[in-house]
């Protein structure tokens, strides 16, 4: 649960865990089976929310976080591998942040309390002399009360026994892209999406109740008001009888028959009248725009063509990956390194590893790094995790580039540099400057 307050009072809602979307009652009651989403992880009952969570949250957890220093031969930044701080922070921004989550487990948690809570508290354990310890984080059973005025982060976790106070120049909070009027503490996606997300659920629901009872359908039995007046007229006691053995027999047998006089009149709609399956595709495509999530990718390939999946990974990169590695790199820099820490150090979020298995996007990537400079073929393979190869630490620059109008558009004679040369079967020619070259004899070939 998180909760933010003010010296003031509360401000902010709490949010706890739910455990899901509320019983449905029976019978007749049409109100009470709407469903109403108001909680995170009640949304995740919409299978549309579930895909689109766990894709936002997996992608961004497989990104590497890297501490680096500057190699001050190459002016670049390089992987800190020291044994004083920089192996052991790197340790634990990428394999094990603490005893109890893997780096994966780990960031995954915090992007999932981003999107479904509007909040992330993360914090660095430090020894006595500074050193890093273990990353922890204020979990979905954590109550977290925020002093805007003071700055500081009170984080109470009874379950697991934790209390601290802690200082906001110390703190990674991460927050969602809405905030509230403070600008300090972020909104859940939910709270602005729980009409849509009612929606859905509510058609998931009814769905579940037509199809568990066969799509039977309600009815009303009536008296045609010119109907046999006197003896001859059923009463309401024997038609309610014939009502109640209609309900208990349309489960149980395939034909029942009716000693009725009265007529059955539909007061339900059906399936298909509903939109049932018409409503959950609307719901798919409002969570994909509340969430940042292309259509494709949540399974839903209507009016897909072959080049709708490409352009589905490159928007959802730029437009909703991007942004929110972009705040973790500053929050990490800010309250890790500080700004006398920055410049000599700093922290990368790599998005190397989304393309492991891509091998296509990694290939055509890796071709034109080659054949622009970028990257030498030492350090490909290096990525690769295969040995070096000799004069692969050449920097090689691809040659079909040239200048308009130079000399090797223009195919003159003796163009070039100083190794390239015509020859004769004897070794003899000109050089690129056109000076005569000797022979195999020895001789000038003037």
Request: with cysteine; aromatic share 8%; charged share 25%.
């Amino acid at each position: 649960m998180l909760r933010r307050e003010s010296s003031g009072g509360a401000v902010g809602g709490s949010v706890s865990s739910g455990a899901g979307a509320q019983s449905q009652p029976s019978g007749g009651d049409y109100v009470g089976r709407a469903v109403t989403i108001k909680r995170g992880e009640e949304a995740l009952v919409v299978s549309a929310v579930y895909s689109a969570v766990e894709i936002v949250s997996n992608t961004l957890a497989m990104m590497s976080i890297k501490y680096q220093r500057r190699d001050r031969k190459g002016g670049c930044y390089v992987d800190d591998e020291g044994r004083y701080g920089g192996q052991r922070l790197n340790y634990l921004l990428q394999i094990q942040p603490n005893e109890r989550q893997n780096a994966m487990q780990f960031w995954r948690e915090v992007w999932q309390s981003v999107v479904l809570r509007g909040n992330a508290i993360v914090w660095l354990e430090r020894g006595a002399d500074g050193e890093p310890l273990f990353f922890d984080m204020a979990h979905r059973t954590a109550s977290v009360y925020y002093d805007k005025q003071r700055n500081t982060y009170e984080v109470t976790d009874l379950s697991l026994g934790v209390y601290k106070e802690l200082d906001g120049r110390e703190v990674i909070h991460l927050r969602n892209s809405y905030t509230d009027l403070s600008g300090l503490w972020g909104i859940s996606t939910i709270a602005y999406a729980s009409r849509a997300l009612s929606v859905s659920a509510t058609a998931d629901m009814q769905t579940l109740d037509t199809t568990s009872k066969g799509g039977r359908m309600k009815f009303i039995i009536m008296q045609a008001p010119k109907q046999t007046l006197g003896v001859g007229r059923y009463s309401f006691k024997e038609n309610s009888a014939v009502a109640e053995r209609l309900n208990d027999e349309i489960y149980s047998q395939d034909v029942s028959f009716l000693n009725t006089d009265g007529e059955l009149k539909q007061v339900s709609l059906s399936a298909a009248d509903q939109q049932l399956l018409q409503n959950r595709q609307f719901g798919v495509a409002e969570v994909a725009r509340f969430f940042g999530v292309p259509k494709s990718m949540l399974m839903d390939d209507g009016n897909s063509s072959y080049k709708t999946p490409s352009a589905a990974q490159t928007a959802f990169l730029n437009r909703t990956l991007a942004p929110r590695m972009r705040e973790l790199e500053l929050e990490l820099n800010a309250k890790l390194l500080g700004v006398t820490g920055y410049g000599p150090n700093k922290i990368h979020v790599c998005e190397r590893n989304i393309f492991v298995l891509d091998l296509d996007s990694q290939a055509t990537w890796n071709k034109s790094r080659l054949e622009t400079g970028v990257a030498t073929v030492n350090e490909l393979r290096k990525e690769q995790n295969m040995p070096k190869v000799d004069n692969g630490d050449d920097v090689m620059v691809s040659t079909n580039l040239a200048i308009a109008g130079s000399d090797k558009l223009s195919g003159s004679a003796g163009s070039g540099n100083g190794n390239s040369a015509g020859a004769d079967g004897n070794g003899a020619g000109t050089d690129g400057n056109g000076n005569n070259k000797k022979d195999g004899d020895g001789d000038d070939d003037d």
